[in-house]
């Protein structure tokens, strides 16, 4: 079967210059692959009337389907509608619906709608409409026998949620797209190098199979494509058994999503310690919506006096010891179940830098703990990076340890 392909448009001087950076190209793409549509190129162009015509020509010249963000809104330099209104010598018409629309939000706003508003209300004679359920702008579709143009805003939220309302069902109606199966396995602790030697055998074999990977600060994801209706499913089991305990998810969840729907069916309830992460932990764990079943909360314990008084780490321990250190973690593991009453408590506490280390205790140094009240198990790491790149690294790197913990694989 022939692949449906598509070229994306994106559209604003703001995009050229540097001053905004284009999230919408990375978002479309990605959405068009997984639906089992080819992206051919992805164009951006400035503001200016011209170029935006010659980029729809030459995107139409090789393609089923143009996509373009931007140049949709009211002010005198979006020029997108206008563009492609000259390219098919079709007017532009008030669109009533819209119109109606747009004076029933401003009327809302309590604000006296300015006559350039009325802008976003021409359409291009015979367009279909896009309805925006976030913003103002509506999108539009053109479609000229098996060619679709389709115009989106430039704002992210408000592309992203009329790409899956209405853009997606309308391609899978107009175009025979080939069955797609996705899979993304996520894992941490491992560097890419690493997860390529051990699947070298498995994707030799699986040669059906596309793998991409695709690493963060925080792990790695592998990505795997194939094309057809079966036969995914083993690779994955495969691939897996090859990277325990490092996976923590086949699917794209978040570490905190995972280690949440292990505590809920667990029945256990979290409590945490954290000193160089900040707070980041706790914010990770409470971005899970229900986070509140079985997280009875935390504190950042940043000073010796807080580790102490509200903690339970002995003084003594952090004068043998230091703050940074095996001992210290583990108290504060233990010091924030017992005194928050939980079934298991972590604890991080490490040097994020950019200053404070020394050949003994570098920058980048973690200690992180989990405790029950059978046992308290502390795993000491090394990371590299930017202050804020350490953070994230380590508040990822104690969840996944409750996650071992709980599920008890800590090696």
């Known amino acids: 079967m022939a692949r449906v392909r598509a070229e994306i448009i994106i559209v604003g001087d703001e995009l050229i210059t540097g001053e905004v950076m284009d999230i ?32 729809f020509l030459r995107a139409m010249e090789k393609n089923e389907i143009i996509l373009s963000s931007g140049g ?36 809302e706003q309590g604000v006296a709608m300015p006559g350039l508003a009325t ?23 053109i479609s000229i026998n098996k060619k679709s143009l389709i115009l989106l805003p430039g704002t992210p939220e408000e592309l992203k949620r009329m790409f899956e309302d209405s853009v997606i069902p309308y391609i899978e109606g107009k175009y025979s797209l080939p069955p797609i199966q996705i899979a993304v396995i996520r894992t941490t602790n491992l560097l ?60 794209e969840k978040e ?3 995972v280690v949440g729907e292990i505590l809920r069916r667990k029945n256990m309830l979290l409590s945490v310690a954290e000193s160089c992460t900040g707070g980041l932990v706790q914010h990770r764990i409470t971005n899970v919506p229900g986070s509140s079943e079985y997280f009875k ?3 950042v314990a940043y000073s010796n006096e807080i580790k102490i008084s509200e903690c339970g780490v002995k003084e003594a321990t952090l004068k043998e010891h230091g703050a940074v250190s095996e001992e210290v973690a583990r108290e504060l593991a233990e010091g924030i179940r017992e005194r928050y009453k939980a079934d298991v408590g972590i604890s991080v506490t490490g040097i994020a830098g950019p200053s404070g280390g020394t050949k ?45 913990f709980l599920l008890e694989i800590i090696e």
């Open 119 to 141: 802008k976003q209300a021409l359409v291009p004679k015979g367009a279909t409409i896009i309805e925006n359920p976030v913003g103002m702008a509506p999108g539009i579709i």
């Open 24 to 55: 919408n190209s990375y978002f479309i793409a990605k959405r068009f692959r997984d639906m089992g549509v080819e992206v051919t190129k992805i164009t951006t162009v400035g503001d200016v009337r011209e170029e935006i015509k010659e980029a």
């Open 72 to 107: 949709l809104g009211p002010t005198l330099d979006d020029h997108t509608k206008e563009a492609v209104a000259d390219i098919l010598k079709k007017r532009l018409v008030i669109d009533d619906s819209i119109l109606l629309k747009l004076k029933k939000r401003f009327k």
């Open 192 to 251: 890419e190098t690493e997860i390529q030697d051990r699947l070298a055998k498995i994707m030799k074999k699986a040669n059906n199979v596309r793998f991409s990977f695709h690493p963060t600060t925080t792990g790695v994801d592998i990505k795997m494509y194939l094309e057809g209706k079966r036969g995914l499913k083993k690779v994955i089991k495969e691939v897996e058994s090859y990277l325990v305990p490092n996976v923590y998810a086949i699917e």
């Open 297 to 299: 909360g935390g504190i």
């Open 255 to 257: 570490i905190e999503e």
């Open 360 to 404: 003994e205790k570098p920058v980048g140094l973690v200690y992180m703990a989990v405790s029950d009240k059978e046992e308290t198990v502390v795993e000491k790491r090394v990371f590299k990076g930017t202050r804020k790149m350490i953070k994230m690294q380590a508040a990822v790197a104690v969840l996944d340890l409750l996650r071992r």
